[in-house]
């Protein structure tokens, strides 16, 4: 069996969890169990028309009536999809989001 380097997440790595809701979340990875997920500044990922004809992502707060910066404890039952690494540019997007940091693109300094 071939196992992708690219897939496996660490604890502090910037991932996505799609739960069985729909719902996209991204955060920083804080723990991984057999039962469980504990991410780190949850946000999920929406769509947001950007014009006429063009949608772009944004993120908004999984929980509005708290802190932005929480920690949330997820159920592995309710993920469709446990956590994978989050792509270059939506992660960038995130730190910006998350830190007010302006992280350099991959191959981009």
Known sequence: MLIEKRSLVQVGDIVT????????????????TTETVILAKPVTITLQAVSDKQMGLSFMPVLGSVEPDVTLTL???????????????VKSSYIQTTTGLITAHDGLL
């Open 17 to 32: 969890v799609k739960l069985l809701s729909g719902e996209e979340i991204v955060g920083k990875l804080v723990e991984q």
């Open 75 to 89: 159920p592995v039952a309710a993920m469709a999809i446990k956590p994978v690494a989050t792509g270059s540019n």
